[in-house]
């Protein structure tokens, strides 16, 4: 029977606030709090609670039905401050044993860009607040952003992962299809899941567009999608964030519907089986190993880092990140440790993208600069405060 | 396509920057095989005329005998218009109105049969009476000439352009460079300027406006029909020769250039100006240009105690422009109200970053410029020292900013002015 693997991300950063350059050396809160609990807010009323709810009814009526979860430690921190209930519906989930979460870097960090040490404490920091909030240690990781390449596989199976989810790029996959178990070519043990991104897109982009030819979306039609990919391939993996229920498309576009009816039509009709990513750890048959020498990602169509690394501001806001590096090894100032550690959220640095059509991605929805050149500036104003702090008691 | 334009004035003898669009929409219009024949009240015979010919209306002999010449000119009132005042009116400027419905002027007509109007071309004393003069010659060339379609810039030209669709039935196309909602503000507005405005605008088939900003003010403050009201953003005329970097400069230099005026928001600079140098003392603050605003705006910097680092240079030629450019790490327009601005495009074009503010046309094509609102003087402030501070920011600007203003041309825009004038011709 072939397996179907959902797996929801969660990753909300700590929003900056409008840091001014006459701020620096004088006031050291950098984020909008405000924003942050409002948003937090939002999303644990719109989403969160109601979408875990949703999965606890399903989980409890159908015993077949499984599904996986990565949540960023920021994110966790967050809730902590201001939606403190989410954490404990997640802990109600996490105590079927059919819900999975998944290894990831504790800032939502692309620290796998630059580095294995930064990356390595990024893992390390969030086991340990995965252990302390959720007492799990994950097998499987998903990186920010689906970012992944041979290199960081090498990484991960060093930190003892058995799976990766990535995403199944197409200049990656050519002729292949996502739909196979693949290994890292140099530690084979490390698994790699590959997402169909199409089928993702259909539902986290597509949804609601009028002018698709497949609109109204339902999970009927949704399941002669899946019934119609070829059925040699063993695997559909379908990994989205998890605000695509109740933000990106609200309550009354019928998401939560479609996700209900889904789950149930496939745990009632028995075509398909659902699968968690830590599943596939053991496995020893038919795995094909994929070449990946350059980071490749989820994002849009190219499937590259331009995103967060395309523009010469954005590598040199990266650059002057990471030079601080030892600093933060050898600072004591606790704060400005974490604050340095939250600085490397992805988010930050695709505000500063100049790729203009990137404001068809979803995200852009909480993007709060005027412009990539206002989001470098007011970054950098913070970084340099940043690094004063750092230095400051070492 | 044969187009009879109508302007104030034509380069090399120009005021102001309207001269300089003409210019460059004519070339456009010429490589997209437009003929244009450009009126002006008073050419010098050094205009470049090898794309399009230039008719002074200095030349151009009146026949009195049309009916509808008397016609016109009883209809006409005269304004006495302070010297200083136009196009770049100011604050403490006035107007003095006179009606007059018959004058000395019109009794001459009467006794000879055919006589011409002498214009200066300037932006003088007698500006309302020239315009009316330059209206009646309109038409006598809309008679002789031979064209499909009548286009008119600014206010000044109006009255030429109506009279010219008057006597040949062509349609008729303003353009739109400035309104005297950008030249003024509630106090000095001038009802007679802005009369002529909306006579014009309301009598044309099309008009073009430089801005979509400006284009909103001639729908909203002026009561236009907005399907006959098209933005044409200007472009620029290739630049001669690169503007070099003057190195060795011992300071991080910011510049203001522009007239100091209310519009140009001078005083959001040197607010803006107070706050980035409590924080770097290497910096200095350049303001060139003169105007009305000039003294109080050198109070204000005395009164601040930034003096020492803050330098006035008063009225700048052509070439110590070149070299302020040279020298400058941040160009800032703080504009409260600017129709277009070709300024900053002059200032990317010599490599320098520039911040300029949100209510202002040019700020519509720009992408590779800081956008901050005028009043904003925080934003302004982060702004100019991310500039200064952050080399990465300077260096994007400067490679980038240049590109993109390069690839702004006439030829585009006047490949659209065709379209809109294609729209106005009836149908074959």
Redesign the interface.
Known sequence: MRKICFHFQISQPYRLRRYHFFDINKHHNYFDDFQNSYLVKRLADFCYLPANKMFLDLLKKYEDISLSFSISGDSIQLFKEHAPEVIESFKELIATNRVEIVGNTFSHSIASLYGKDAFMHQIKKQEKQLKEVFDVTPVSFCNTELIYSDEIGEWLAEAGYKVVLTEGARHILAWKSAGYLYCNPFQTNLKVLMRNYNLCDDITLRFQNKSWEHYPLTADKYLSFLNNIPHDAPYINLFMDYETIGEYHTKESGIFDFFYHLFVQIAERKELSFMLPQDVAKEEDSVLTIHVPWAMSSSSDEKDTNEWLGNELQQEAFEQLFKLENLYKESKNENAKMNWLRLQAADHFAFMSTKWFAETSVKRNFDVYPSPYQAFINYMNVLNDVKLQLEKKK | MKVLMFGWEFPPHIAGGLGTACFGLTQGLAKNHVDVTFVMPKASGDEDQRKIKIISASDVELDTRYSDYFQFHKEISYVEVNSRLIPYVGLDDYFNVINQKESALLEDVKVTEKRKYLFSGTYGANLMEEVKNYALVAAEIARNEDFDIIHAHDWLTFRAGIMAKKISNKPLCIHVHATEFDRSDEFSRNEIVYNLEKEGMEAADAICAVSDLTRNIIIEKYGIEPSKVFTLHNAVIPHQKEVERVEDVPYKIVTFLGRVTFQKGPEYFIETAK?VM??DKDVRFVLAGDGDMMNRMIERVAELGIADRFHFTGFLNGEEIDLLFGMSDVYVMPSISEPFGISPLEAMRAHVPVVISKQSGVSEIL?YA???DFWDI??M???I??IL?????A??FAERGKEEVNSLKWEHVAKKLKGIYASLLPRN
Do not use: R, S, T, W
Request: overall charge neutral; charged content about 20%.
């Open positions: 706050k409590e924080y992408q800081i956008k901050v925080n934003a402030a982060d702004a020292y991310g501070h952050y080399p990465a920011l260096n994007f």
